[in-house]
């Protein structure tokens, strides 16, 4: 990737990991970055190690040979009228949801056209990210892309009709796994125990059961039933989880996520 040129046009939390997993990993040398955004406050940082830095995105789209687009779906109306006529012939890379690659093919004509989704976890080398198929972009390029996002961590290729469900399990889902960590500490800390503690335990709890997800060779329920012993604690606190219908309200929340993408979508 000696020759690639990359541009980034936003500084938000996903670009900036992103970009921070391609230059930890030594993909690319700070000198082939491009990065852009509207206040100068967040580029400081990047510029400090030799990425080159602008708060025009059209200047970062005529450098670069793949550009990331990481602004939010509502601001592509605003954003993409400024890159008509030099993304002909260049890789643009969209992590928006419900944005579709026939409306990015739409406003931007002879772009090379990949959609992700990517999650938070990307900022400490762990995240997850989907890509959808692309088989009008250039196999090459498509693996450059792929190498892209796993210098931050997997990396799974679906079909882009499956993008907006897919939002579920890797891109929105952190935050249901964050807000069940903020009530176990809350509850933790009501009956005494110190907070610091708590929030070690429980996190050191979530990277556990990840792991044996990842290692054991078991499915979710085979390793639930395993912590469950006759008349226990667990399958007390589980049967709260019965009584109030868990997989209904997951089910429903994954319903929205899904719909929401969709509203957003173009």
Partial sequence: MDELILGFIG?????????????SQGLVAPGQVWLSNRSEGKLAS????????????????EQASVIVLGVKPQMFGDVLPGLGGVTAGRCVVSIAAGVSTAYLREMLPGA???????????????????????????????????????AAGEVAVIPEGQMDDIINVNGSSPAWFFRMAEVMV?????????????????????????????????????????????????????????????EGLMLEAMRRCTQRSRELGR
Avoid: W
């Avoid at 959609?115 to 400490?124: D, E, I």
């Fill in 11 to 23: 500084a938000g939390n996903m670009n900036s990991a992103i970009l921070n997993g391609v230059l």
């Fill in 46 to 61: 990047f510029q400090e190690r030799g990425v080159h830095t602008t708060t025009d995105n059209r200047r970062v789209a």
């Fill in 112 to 150: 090379h056209v990949v959609r992700a989704m990517p999650n938070t976890p990307l900022m400490v080398g762990v995240g997850a990210t989907a890509v959808a198929e692309a088989p009008d972009v250039p196999p090459a390029l498509f693996q450059t892309v792929l190498k892209l996002f796993s």
């Fill in 186 to 246: 809350q509850r933790a800390v009501s009956v005494g125990i110190d907070a610091g503690t708590a929030l070690r335990l429980t996190a050191k709890t979530m990277e556990g059961c990840a792991k044996l997800l990842q290692e054991s060779g078991k499915t979710p329920g085979e390793l639930r039933r395993q912590v469950c012993s006759p008349g226990g604690t667990t399958l007390a606190s589980l049967s709260a989880f019965d009584e109030m219908n868990y």
